[in-house]
């Protein structure tokens, strides 16, 4: 005769024994577009908790190395990234690479891998992983390339980052063949002058501007200036390029052009720093005030007036001006942009300082000849100064420095010659203290 107790014991037995009820596709797809639904919405918090749920049905359907389970996982992955949980999102973006490597399948080939990989090459930039970024992003474009061909426009999403990846690591020559690539997918995809095509333009100029070939630079804002001319979608398509134009003649004006060369002999002699040699010997070419004139007429020829595009355009006359010598011409051109900025709702442009000239020391690591070479090593000077109402600087201090006296001097130097934007407070130039400049620095290794 059974006991109570036994009795109960047989029932958990049988309990313990009923499998529990299988997932249905149905309920993943329930579960699925409550999902879309949140994230479409951008509201991430709410998705996150179905994105996980996700993953635990597709998991308790398939197993846990099912490759059903990749998409469920960059959608997980996808929604940690919005919610800058880099960390949670590089480890569900890893988990899905390596189930479709696992699986088998040509990871040249698999298209499934595509997604995971991109994810995990975004989240590694926003991370500041840049190297793991690069090699991950390479891997998914080359992936793309195999896909769908070498002009492929889908792949621009991944050649974004791997361009930022590659600029970040200073691997220019790599840079430079991925916007020229960016360029050639829109020439394919649209045709050489339709508009489709100013934005890489725009970015490889962009570029080639912070890397000081502005002849260079100018040469790609002419092209873009004559497809916005052509595109027939308004005249406001040709504000950037004429900005640029006009910007690469200050620069180059300022800086000095990409085909000068350093001054035969020691680069690391003392009294090897003079100003630009345009700033003295030389006037700005009419050409690029010319460019922004026209630029203020195709603004104020569209109604209403854009008076954030004419706040910038009148930024750029004031930046001309003050490298023209012409300081209160320049600073009353600020007040005008800053009366435009605050009509379009923001003179953020205007709150800060902003460098207009700076010629860094010829030892500087972005002048020396040598940076390439294994006999020298790296210094910097770190320097703090006031940046006046007229753009001229004050009071500079050396701040951080493991530089020699004489470099620090020179820094000194380069940096009481500068010329800067003021920063403006209620529509006036005003003072600023505490700016701050980094300077890096080669020198030969001693013997």
Known sequence: MRTPSSWLILAAAVVVSVPAAATTDAERLDVYHQFRAAFDAHHYQEALPLAQQLVTLTEEQYGASDRALVNPLSNLATTEYRLGDYKDAEAAYLRGVKIVEDSGGNGNADRLLLRPLHGLGVTYYASGQYEDASIALKRALDLSRNLDGLFNA????????????????????????QYQYAVRIAENAYGT??????????????????????????????????IAEQAGRGTLLVISPLHGIARTYRLEFV??????????????????????????????????????????????????????????????????????????????TYRDAW????????????????????????????RSHLTERDNVEEHFVEVSFTVTRDGHTADMTPTATDASES?????????????????????????????????????????
């Open 193 to 226: 002058g339709d508009a489709h095509v100013l934005r890489p333009l725009d970015r490889y100029a962009h570029w080639l501007e912070h890397m000081g070939r502005y002849g260079t630079a100018r040469a790609l804002w002419a092209r873009a200036l004559a």
């Open 407 to 447: 470099q620090q001097r020179l820094v000194l130097s380069a940096v009481k010659r500068a010329r800067y934007a003021p920063r403006f407070e209620n529509g006036e130039p005003v003072d600023t203290q505490g700016v701050k400049l980094h300077e890096r620095l080669v020198t030969k290794k001693p013997h």
């Open 339 to 366: 009366k435009e900025l605050a009509l379009g709702g923001s003179t953020a442009t205007l709150a800060a300082p902003r460098q207009l000239a700076y010629r860094a020391p010829s030892t500087s690591i972005t």
């Open 154 to 177: 889908g792949q621009v999403a991944i050649l974004d980052p791997l361009i930022a990846s590659l600029v970040t690591l200073e691997r220019h020559d790599e840079a430079e063949r």
């Open 255 to 332: 800086n000095g052009g990409e085909d000068e060369t350093l001054a035969p002999g020691d680069p690391f002699a003392p009294g090897n720093d003079l100003p630009p040699s345009g700033m003295n010997s030389q006037r700005l070419n009419p050409d690029g005030e010319r460019a922004l004139q026209l630029a203020m007429q195709a603004i104020d020829k569209t109604q209403p007036v854009d008076h954030l595009r004419r706040g910038s355009t009148l930024i750029e006359l004031g930046d001309w001006y003050m490298s023209s010598g012409l300081v209160s011409k320049g600073v009353q």
